[in-house]
Each structure stands twice: as C-alpha cells, then as structure tokens.
C-alpha cells in the first residue's frame, strides 16, 4: 500500500535548535518525494522536491531508499519557520502523478 | 506566477441544497486539477483528479454523483457538492498542474473553500 507517515503531530524547539521533521513512505515503485508548507492562514505551497536537491529556507531533505525515509531537517530554526509541514509522496496514476499526503507535522519554534 | 483562486471562500448552505465551488489558475495553463477535502487536524484527501475536456477521475469511496465535477477549460474546474448533507461539512482544496514546463507534476494550490451544511 502506498502510505506516508508522519509520526509527529507537533514539534516544538527553541529559535536556533536544529529542527528534524519525520517522513516514512510506503511505496512499491520509484517513488518521488515532496516536502509541502502551509503557514498560517495562507495556502498550501511547495517546499521542496527530493528530485531537485536544493535547499529552500534553509532546509534540506535527503531521500534515503534504505529507510524508507525523507526527513527534513534545518539546522537552526527560525521563529518564522513556525507552520505546518506536511510530506508528500507522488504516484503514478494514468497519465497524472497524484500526491499522497502525510497527516502533517505542526513546527512550533519558539522565541 | 502559478496562482491558483478558489471562490467561494466559505460557504454557508442548508442541508439537501447544491453548492458550486470554483477553482481557477490565474496565470498559468492546467491540463490538470485535483480536488481535496481536509477534515479538522486531518491531512488532505484526494477526491478526484481533473482533466481538461474529460471526464474526472474519482479516487475510492468518492461518491461521483454526490461530487460533480467539470473541468471546462485550462484555466477552471467546478466541483458541485449535491444534495449537501452535514457530513459534507468540511474544507475543500483544489490544485493545478502547470503544464507549460519544468516540472510538470508541480501542483499549486488554491486557499481552500470552507463549507458548513446547516
């Protein structure tokens, strides 16, 4: 079954802790991975893509197939940071990938 | 670049009622729209994927007459919630897909509609 699991509902750290957001996937075939943010009281938008390997904010995330994992990791939080995060896992579905979400993690970085 | 609108807002409608929710890419062309529902601390839920000049994919345990769904153009999708129970209460997102380069499975996202059935 394609699943991905966040095992966090909330993560809260201190401004300028490092900051770990957990993502396991299930996913039989070469999966595709994202990383989604939505702060408060504005829409869902991208974060970044395990494909690109690019840094976004200051975040990076790394694909680790072994594992099963796309863990998104900051080394030191900002306040702004604060939203919630939510992973994403792409499948093949016809002619369209469609996204499979996480139940999101809330990142609460505090002063 | 890469606006997504969805209109309306809220909506506040009695329940047995239709309501019609529009989802619209501003700037940009979508072969593709996806429509989600979000439960309260829940994550998005794919209802159906959308495509331009045909009919849309509903994903398992989706009622398709329940959720009418038009995708007329490149730039519009409407979902129509019929015969609105309270059940359906819940906060409805679309997405597009931006086909014009890059990554095509990039989707954007609208700000969601809030739908409350009395």
Redesign the interface.
């Known amino acids: 079954a394609q699943r991905v699991t966040q095992p966090e509902k909330l993560l809260s750290v201190f401004k300028g802790a490092p900051v770990e957001l957990k993502c396991n996937y299930s996913y039989s075939g070469s999966p595709?991975l994202f990383w989604?943010v939505q702060y408060s009281r504005?829409?869902?938008?991208?974060l970044l893509?395990h494909?690109?390997r690019e840094s976004i904010k200051g975040f990076t995330a790394d694909l680790n197939k072994g594992e099963t994992s796309f863990h998104l990791k900051k080394p030191f939080a900002q306040e702004e940071d604060s939203a919630m995060y939510?992973c994403a896992l792409?499948r093949y579905?016809?002619?369209?990938?469609?996204?499979?979400?996480?139940?999101?993690t809330l990142l609460a970085v505090q002063p | 670049g890469a606006v997504?609108s969805q209109h309306p807002s809220w909506v506040i409608c009695k329940s047995g009622t239709s309501v019609k929710i529009e989802c619209r890419s501003l700037d940009f062309q979508a072969t593709?729209m996806?429509w989600y529902r979000q439960f309260p601390k829940?994550?998005?839920?794919?209802m159906a994927?959308s495509?331009e000049g045909s009919k849309a994919?509903y994903e398992q345990g989706v009622e398709k007459d329940k959720f009418l769904i038009n995708h007329a153009s490149l730039t519009l999708s409407t979902l129509t919630v019929t015969s609105a129970h309270p059940e359906d209460s819940s906060f409805y997102?679309c997405?597009a897909?931006d086909t014009s380069g890059g990554?095509t499975?990039?989707?954007?996202?609208?700000?969601?509609t809030r739908l409350t059935v009395l």
């Open positions: 595709e989604y504005q829409r869902l938008q991208l893509r494909i690109s939510y792409s579905g016809g002619a369209t990938n469609k996204l499979i979400f996480g139940t999101g | 997504v593709t996806f829940q994550s998005l839920m794919l994927t495509n994919t997102i997405s897909s990554f499975d990039t989707q954007y996202f609208g700000p969601g």
